[in-house]
């Protein structure tokens, strides 16, 4: 931590939450990075506590706590009461908060803070990643919020969702050739081992800064600044029903274009072929 820098407060962040549009009730997804944030005072268990502080009892949190434990990626299976989130510091905390409730999943598990986590988490491993029946899935319907703290849509996993709202044609292709899957393993109840089969593979994301400007213009996305750092608010339903138009008319928009990314120009190519 470099003492030099002024420091950010707990209630820096709740003032400036409060001028972004967050309130009492509201459910909130969130994307952060703890190092935009500079010199936080109480690191990332105090930016926790702001965001409860302003939502209320009656609103909840979620984080991704994603493990991508694929085998050929990670090296061990996912176990839903240890495995470390790899999406942050901020995630993190949620995930070890013992108020919290981690979802099952073993590539896009969550972790939510709140009257609803239960619920939201549940029956993760029976939906897709991020599906229409996933966490993701399930505050599309409770109209939630979506900060994303010092990051950019890059990180905004939402999109992914928005993929599968718009039903866009390359969901079926995979990072591996000839399969529609990846194969993913985890830790079951008896901590044997076990592999399943992830549909509806959420992608690349390197390609979702190409939607910001125009998410802009619709007044859907709004750049607020909170603390020090230049953060978005979104919300998850205007977010959906934008892209389900703009993912009509150009489905390759959130393909990155990176010609060694290994999985958007397999994708780029499916939209093509079906469009002759
Ligand atoms: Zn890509």
Known sequence: MNEALPETTRDDLIRD?????????????????????GNM???????????????????NLMVPTFTYSIPKWMKTPFDVQSSVSQTGAITESVRRNPAA???????????????????????????TAIGLASPFGKMHKSGAKIVMLGTNQTSNSSLHYCEVHAAVPYLPIAFSDEVD?????????????????????????RGFENVEDELAQLGVMRRVKIGPTMSQVLALRALVEAMDTILTRDPEL???????????????????RVRL
């Open 101 to 127: 409730k981690r979802s099952f999943h073993p590539t896009h598990s969550v972790a939510v803070l709140g009257p609803d986590a239960e619920e939201i988490t549940a029956d993760h491993m029976q939906a």
């Open 254 to 272: 959130l393909l990155c274009g990176l010609p060694y990314c290994a999985i958007c120009p397999k994708r780029r190519e499916r939209v093509r």
């Open 17 to 37: 939450l409060h001028l972004s549009g967050i309130s009492r009730g509201d459910n909130v997804i969130l994307h952060s990075s703890l190092k935009s944030l």
């Open 181 to 205: 899957y990846e194969t993913a393993w985890f830790l079951n109840e008896n901590r044997h081992v076990e592999y399943c089969e992830i549909h509806e593979v959420p992608g690349c994301s």
């Open 41 to 59: 005072r109480g690191g990332a268990d105090a930016v926790v506590d702001a965001f409860v502080e302003v939502i209320g009892p009656s609103g």
